[in-house]
Structures are given as structure tokens and as C-alpha cells.
């Protein structure tokens, strides 16, 4: 079965850290380029960050450049998201999503999202 | 970065009607470089259109994207219960990524 099954989300104090991992399955993970996309409760959806198949390009919001640092393993087909010094605002559901190539941009299959709540 | 405006906010009709979704973008996003996604309650997003016009794979020939450069509409003819969802326009012709703030449909 094609998905993407996102981990590692839960309740966090302010300035730590968290590191969230998404196992995919059912295709031929380092064919393709994987993103980051979250929505704050009750809000819209936000690109997060987004690496190449071969982690050769690697693009981040505005919101968490500095702070949160996106990877992948192929042989392990797994991609992560290490978050740093969180912030309120960074409270939202994440999702990990595929893109439909190498790096297009747009996403044609997505996790059930893991949930990060940044509170004290 | 490209700002995507939607509208309406929320559209309310009733099945078998025609419901029309319209996307802006603040600056050219080109002829193709414009998705589609629904998200259903509870569920994550799901793509419909890519390529301004092109259906992903499985979505009903009754959801049709169109338009290019900076207006863009998603049109669903003969809405079904199954169609309730929030709608997002995406454009990926230049970084960041950005998406619209939504258009929630509901069925009557």
C-alpha cells in the first residue's frame, strides 16, 4: 500500500526541541523529492520545508529557516524534520507529503499528519 | 512570495448544483503552476488538479480546474454530499511554496 506515516509530534515546552520522521512505503521513495506542509488548529495549510531526492536542494519557509533543518534517509526511506527553539506559533498538525517528481513542487500523496503542541 | 486569495470564504449550495471556486494570485504563477487540493473533516489534504487544469489520478471528471497567470477557478458540476470540504489553490511557480486560505463548500 502506498502511505506516508508521520511520528514523533507531542507536547513540547517553548525553545526545546522535537524531531518528527515520516516512514513511506509502497513506492520507490528516492525517486522523488518530500515535503513538510502544517496547519495550526483551525487554520489553513503552510509549506514548511521541502528536500530533492538526492538532498542535493533544500528550501525552507521564512517562519522556521534557522530553526528547523529537514533530512531524509533513502536507504531507510524515511524523511525528517528536526525542529529547534519552538515557539508558540508553531503549533499545528504536520504532514509529510510527496511530491509528484523529483521536484515539482505539488504533492500527490500525504501522511495523516503528526500533532506538535508548543506550550508551557 | 506569491499571495494566493480565495473566494468565497464559504460557499453554500445544494446537490446537483454547480459551485465555481476562485483562486487570485498576486502575481503571474504562469499557465500550469497552479493545484488543486480538498481536504475533507478530520482528513488529511488531497489532490485534485495539478497543472492548472489536469486531474489527479481517481478524481471525478466532474471537478475541471482552469485559468492561468494570476485567476484561476475550480469548478465542481453536480455537487455530491461526498463533496463537503474545504478547497486550497497552491502555486508552485516560484519559492516559498504558498497556498489560499481555503473555500469551504457545504451542501445544503
Known amino acids: 500500500e502506498v502511505q506516508l506515516v508521520e511520528s514523533g509530534g507531542g507536547l513540547v515546552q517553548p525553545g526545546r526541541s522535537l524531531r518528527l520522521s515520516c516512514a513511506a512505503s509502497?513506492?520507490?521513495?528516492?525517486?522523488?523529492?518530500m515535503h513538510w506542509v502544517r496547519q495550526a488548529p483551525g487554520k489553513g495549510l503552510e509549506w514548511v520545508s521541502g528536500?530533492?531526492?538526492?538532498?542535493?536542494?533544500?528550501g525552507y519557509a521564512d517562519s522556521v529557516k534557522g530553526r528547523f533543518t529537514i533530512s531524509r534517509d533513502n536507504a531507510k526511506n524515511s524523511l525528517y524534520l528536526q525542529m529547534n527553539s519552538l515557539r508558540a506559533e508553531d503549533t499545528a498538525l504536520y504532514y509529510c507529503?510527496?511530491?509528484?517528481?523529483?521536484?515539482?513542487?505539488?504533492?500527490?500523496?500525504w501522511g495523516r499528519g503528526t500533532l506538535v503542541t508548543v506550550s508551557s | 512570495e506569491i499571495v494566493l486569495t480565495q473566494s468565497p470564504g464559504t460557499l453554500s449550495l445544494s446537490p446537483g448544483e454547480r459551485a465555481t471556486l476562485s483562486c487570485r494570485a498576486s502575481?503571474?504563477?504562469?499557465?500550469?503552476?497552479l493545484a488543486w487540493y480538498q481536504q475533507k473533516p478530520g482528513q488529511a489534504p488531497r489532490l485534485l488538479i495539478y497543472?492548472?487544469?489536469s486531474r489527479a489520478i481517481g478524481i471525478p471528471d466532474r471537478f475541471r480546474g482552469s485559468g492561468s497567470g494570476t485567476d484561476f477557478t475550480l469548478t465542481i458540476s453536480s455537487l455530491q454530499p461526498e463533496d463537503v470540504a474545504t478547497y486550497y489553490c497552491?502555486?508552485?511557480?516560484?519559492?516559498?511554496?504558498?497556498f489560499g486560505q481555503g473555500t469551504r463548500l457545504e451542501i445544503k
Open positions: 528536500i530533492s531526492w538526492n538532498s542535493g536542494s533544500i
Open positions: 497543472g492548472a487544469s
Open positions: 507529503a510527496k511530491d509528484s517528481s523529483s521536484w515539482d513542487w505539488y504533492f500527490d500523496l
Open positions: 509502497g513506492f520507490t521513495f528516492d525517486d522523488y523529492a
Open positions: 502575481e503571474s504563477v504562469g499557465s500550469v503552476y
Open positions: 497552491q502555486q508552485y511557480n516560484s519559492y516559498p511554496i504558498t
